[in-house]
């Protein structure tokens, strides 16, 4: 049976991983992989998570499931964290949670929802967006297409083209969104912006479909949410899909969620069946030991305050490399504009350099980012930081 199968290229990022941990330079920089790093080259396990994970420890009498939709807890925690206690969807029951296996579990799950609430329906995704968005969503059978959105002469978004390309969307078309610190080009809307993308999607009938994956790393809790939350007060259905990979560090945890807002509380329910019905016909049963943890830290005020200081903490680590690689690359690299760095927002920003250039930084500096030039800012810190911009002095020069 399995004789005719043909080997299949390796992912892009998976084999960039492969290639970082066999070289044997002392010196080499990871950039490509998308995880949270502190000062010591580490993905750490969040304080608060630790205390959280020890309260559950031992005072937990069960490994049964829990359900298809998951942990109850947990799904009221993450619509108070994503939406806000007092956000009009919640307060008229239209809002329906699953709990899923990471955000590529709620993307998942969104996809094969719409496949079957419209099969006709086409999922438009923006130009460029994360790898992982396109085999994620066809696989789910749904049709994909693109829209114009990141401007790589000026490292932000091409925001006229992308609204007159959402504008000529026919009605029921869905739009897959970055809520905040969009992967991989770290380039995100403004409040403004934002409105006149709601106004485009009333005006078209158009649905969004958010990916929140970043929430608290760009402009912190509450303004990563500002989008989520304008587009689902003023919508009648929306579709959001949330990690807890990165403001929790619970990344081999796989924790994620699914909300759905519905017209009406009757609609909810008829949309929050079908999700189960089509969670349990693809993984059964969620894993609960991440939700477990993330609505103990949720549900106790102390614990709550804490982590939000922990995800401040890692959002202002970021924004301070950013800002500290800006200064060190006017100095080394004049011939460059750069300022994008600062502008853009979260773990990645497209570095706006060759392919060719990509290369040369990882053949003769081993330091390794993805080909199209995405690099994860926080695999940067205070001892590799100045070998980086050096290197990267070095490539531009030597292309000249």
């Known amino acids: 049976m399995f004789e005719h199968l043909e080997p299949v290229v390796q992912d892009t990022i998976l084999g960039l991983m492969a290639a970082f941990r066999a ?4 010196h080499k920089v990871d950039l490509g992989v998308g995880v949270y790093r502190d000062e010591r080259g580490e993905t750490p396990v969040l304080p608060a998570v630790r205390l959280a994970e020890g309260a559950l420890l031992a005072q937990q ?3 049964t499931y829990v359900g298809p939709a998951g942990n109850a807890g947990f799904n009221q925690a993450m619509e108070r964290l994503v939406l806000g206690a007092a956000h009009p969807a919640l307060a008229s029951g239209r809002v329906r949670t699953v709990q899923t296996p990471g955000g590529c ?5 969104g996809a094969e929802l719409i496949r079957v609430a419209a099969p006709d329906a086409t999922v438009h995704v923006s130009a460029p967006t994360w790898a992982n968005h396109v085999p994620l969503l066809a696989g789910a059978g749904v049709k994909l297409a693109t829209y114009p959105y990141f401007d790589t002469a000026s490292g932000g978004v091409q925001f006229a083209a992308m609204l007159a390309a959402l504008e000529r969307l026919p009605p029921r078309a869905v739009v897959l969104l970055h809520a905040s610190c969009h992967n991989p080009t770290g380039a995100d809307l403004s409040p403004q912006e934002w409105r006149e993308v709601l106004a485009v999607l009333k005006r078209r009938q158009l649905m969004p479909f958010i990916d929140m994956a970043y929430q608290g790393l760009g402009e912190g809790l509450e303004g990563d ?6 587009l689902c007060a003023e919508l009648p259905e929306v579709l959001c899909a949330v990690s807890c990979s990165k403001n929790f560090g619970l990344y081999r945890e796989r924790t994620g969620a699914l909300h759905v807002l519905s017209e009406s509380p009757a609609a909810a329910e008829a949309a929050f069946s079908q999700l189960v019905r089509i969670a349990r016909g693809i993984w059964s049963m969620p894993p609960d030991h991440g939700a477990a943890i993330v609505h103990g830290i949720l549900a106790d005020e102390t614990l709550r305050l804490q982590w939000v200081g922990e995800v401040d903490a890692m959002r202002r680590r970021i924004e301070g490399l950013r800002r500290e690689l800006l200064q060190q690359l006017r100095e080394h690299c004049p011939q460059r504009d750069f300022g994008f760095i600062t502008r853009q927002r979260g773990m990645f920003s497209y570095f706006g350099i060759s392919t060719a250039q990509v290369h ?3 053949e003769r500096h081993h330091v390794y980012m993805t080909d199209d030039s995405r690099m994860n800012i926080a695999g940067l810190r205070r001892e590799n930081l100045g070998y980086f911009v050096r290197a990267v002095a070095q490539v531009l020069e030597a292309a000249r």
Do not use: E, H, I, V
């Open 105 to 109: 579990g709620a993307l998942r799950l």
């Open 360 to 362: 040369a930084l990882r």
């Open 61 to 63: 009498s069960t490994k």
């Open 23 to 26: 070289d044997p330079d002392p």
């Open 225 to 230: 949410a500002f989008a989520l939350r304008l």
